[in-house]
């Protein structure tokens, strides 16, 4: 419930401002998708990449938040939802301190990815990671579906829990068709051009990453 006593203490910097000084908009990858899909790797990857290239960019992990910010929460769907909206709510302040934000979160369900995308509007950007569940199970690093499947574990997305498949996706990250790396250059790629500023010309500040060939 909001608090009649407390007000929003505004100052004298604006979001264009913060952009102009790191050379970049703020812009909040959402990646989604079951887990062992390979949300994880690519923004551990992709983290790695952009910082390489003089950018301004910080990774929010589901597991991570976990441990601190979000370690009073469990696994139901009221709390699932609240675990979104303070993620997003995280990303809403990264982006308007001019940071590019890549989240990764299986937020199972189409509220609430809809729920993230409107408190952090613009510079919302979803992003799919595709594997199905057979493919994730096989991959799992934790053994987490097996544990799952054994009633060890409820409430799992893919197996005790649904997930709802993203419609309309910014980008879909095929990781049964391509590579990590693959996945990564893509990606990079689509984030260099969003986040880019214009010049007074009207031309971007971004040139074409150029990946070396393995």
Same mark, same amino acid.
């Given at each position: 419930?909001?608090?009649?006593?407390i007000?929003? @203490?505004?100052g004298?910097v604006s979001?264009?401002?913060?952009?102009?000084?790191l050379?970049?908009?703020?812009?909040a990858?959402?990646?989604?998708g079951l887990?062992a899909?390979?949300?994880?790797?690519?923004?551990?990857e992709?983290?790695?990449?952009?910082?390489?290239?003089?950018k301004?960019?910080?990774?929010?992990?589901?597991?991570?938040?976990?441990h601190?910010?979000?370690?009073? &929460?469990?696994?139901?769907?009221?709390?699932?939802?609240?675990?979104?909206?303070? +993620?997003a709510?995280? %990303?809403?302040?990264?982006?308007? +301190?001019?940071l590019?934000?890549? +989240?990764?979160? $299986?937020?199972?369900?189409?509220?609430m990815?809809?729920?993230?995308?409107?408190? $952090?509007?613009?510079?919302f $950007?979803? /992003?799919?990671v595709?594997?199905?569940?057979?493919? %994730?199970?096989?991959?799992?690093?934790?053994?987490l579906?097996?544990?799952?499947?054994?009633?060890? $574990?409820?409430?799992?997305?893919?197996?005790? +829990?649904?997930? *709802?498949?993203?419609?309309?996706?910014?980008?879909?990250l095929?990781?049964?068709?391509?590579?990590?790396d693959? %996945? /990564?250059?893509? &990606?990079?790629?689509?984030? &260099?051009q969003?986040?880019?500023?214009?010049?007074?010309?009207?031309?971007y500040?971004?040139?074409? @990453?150029?990946?070396?060939? *393995?």
């Amino acid at each position: 419930m909001k608090n009649d006593n407390i007000s929003f @203490h505004g100052g004298k910097v604006s979001r264009s401002e913060r952009y102009s000084v790191l050379g970049q908009k703020g812009i909040a990858v959402w990646m989604t998708g079951l887990s062992a899909s390979g949300k994880s790797t690519i923004a551990v990857e992709t983290e790695k990449v952009l910082v390489s290239m003089g950018k301004a960019v910080y990774r929010l992990d589901g597991d991570n938040l976990r441990h601190g910010l979000n370690s009073d &929460l469990g696994f139901s769907e009221e709390d699932r939802f609240e675990n979104i909206r303070r +993620a997003a709510e995280v %990303c809403s302040l990264f982006v308007d +301190a001019g940071l590019i934000v890549l +989240a990764s979160f $299986i937020s199972p369900l189409a509220s609430m990815r809809k729920l993230a995308r409107e408190k $952090i509007g613009d510079g919302f $950007i979803e /992003v799919y990671v595709k594997a199905d569940p057979e493919t %994730c199970e096989k991959r799992d690093p934790k053994g987490l579906y097996k544990k799952a499947r054994a009633g060890e $574990i409820t409430d799992f997305t893919g197996v005790t +829990a649904p997930y *709802e498949v993203p419609l309309s996706p910014d980008l879909v990250l095929d990781t049964e068709k391509y590579s990590i790396d693959q %996945c /990564v250059r893509i &990606l990079v790629d689509k984030i &260099l051009q969003l986040s880019a500023l214009r010049q007074r010309n009207g031309l971007y500040r971004y040139e074409r @990453h150029k990946f070396r060939q *393995e």
